[in-house]
T-cell receptor
Framework: NAGVTQTPKFRILKIGQSMTLQCTQDMNHNYMYWYRQDPGMGLKLIYYSVGAGITDKGEVPNGYNVSRSTTEDFPLRLELAAPSQTSVYFC???????????????FGDGTRLSIL | TQLLEQSPQFLSIQEGENLTVYCNSSSVFSSLQWYRQEPGEGPVLLVTVVTGGEVKKLKRLTFQFGDARKDSSLHITAAQPGDTGLYLCAGDGSGTYKYIFGTGTRLKVLA
């Protein structure tokens, strides 16, 4: 099983450039999340989605946009990249039967992004 | 705003030693999850605790949820180098579909 797949794995951007981080899951999960993780730190939620067509802001949404046109895909777009956005970005999904917060989140392997 | 504070932030111990990691909040959570993250990978779920006072064991790891459901601890007995990693607690954001992650504890077990 592929689980959660993120592309690219690494990317270097120049200040002011834009890019889209791709995330796809094959588990038919309704809930999907984007986090960023700065060196040695925990995870901060950027955006999340509870189903196709529904997205909402997390703790640190400024400078990012998302869309959820299908259950499988949840791309994250960076507009006008800034050095403060240098981080590791993780996509996660959860779903299935039972109470939501008992289910595990399944994470991708991350995208390492440097803005120079 | 719900916050989860983990302590200690860093821990370096010798193989065979015991250790405890704490996850504390002033907010009540209906459940708490513990994840371990290895370098270059995403976090992987270790356990979920849902009942106040609950204790769960996973081989040498013992997880406890506080009676008031505001805190949790992870105890590792006879640590091994394979336990090295970043340990993260995560709780449900009340009334939302968001997970609140703790600040993380980076553990290094020396052979």
């Amino acid at each position: 099983n592929a689980g959660v797949t993120q592309t690219p794995k690494f990317r270097i951007l120049k200040i002011g450039q834009s890019m889209t981080l791709q995330c796809t899951q094959d588990m038919n999960h309704n809930y999907m999340y984007w986090y960023r993780q700065d060196p040695g730190m925990g995870l901060k939620l950027i955006y999340y989605s509870v189903g196709a067509g529904i997205t909402d802001k997390g703790e640190v949404p400024n400078g990012y946009n998302v869309s959820r046109s299908t259950t499988e895909d949840f791309p994250l777009r960076l507009e006008l990249a800034a050095p403060s956005q240098t981080s590791v970005y993780f996509c996660a999904s959860t779903g299935g039967p039972g109470q939501m917060f008992i289910r595990p989140q399944h994470f991708g392997d991350g995208t390492r992004l440097s803005i120079l | 705003t719900q916050l989860l504070e983990q302590s200690p932030q860093f821990l370096s111990i010798q193989e065979g030693e015991n250790l405890t990691v704490y996850c504390n909040s002033s907010s009540v959570f209906s459940s708490l999850q513990w994840y371990r993250q290895e370098p270059g990978e995403g976090p992987v779920l270790l356990v979920t605790v849902v009942t106040g006072g609950e204790v769960k064991k996973l081989k040498r790891l013992t997880f406890q949820f506080g009676d008031a459901r505001k805190d949790s601890s992870l105890h590792i007995t006879a640590a091994q180098p394979g336990d090295t990693g970043l340990y993260l607690c995560a709780g449900d954001g009340s009334g939302t579909y968001k997970y609140i992650f703790g600040t993380g504890t980076r553990l290094k077990v020396l052979a």
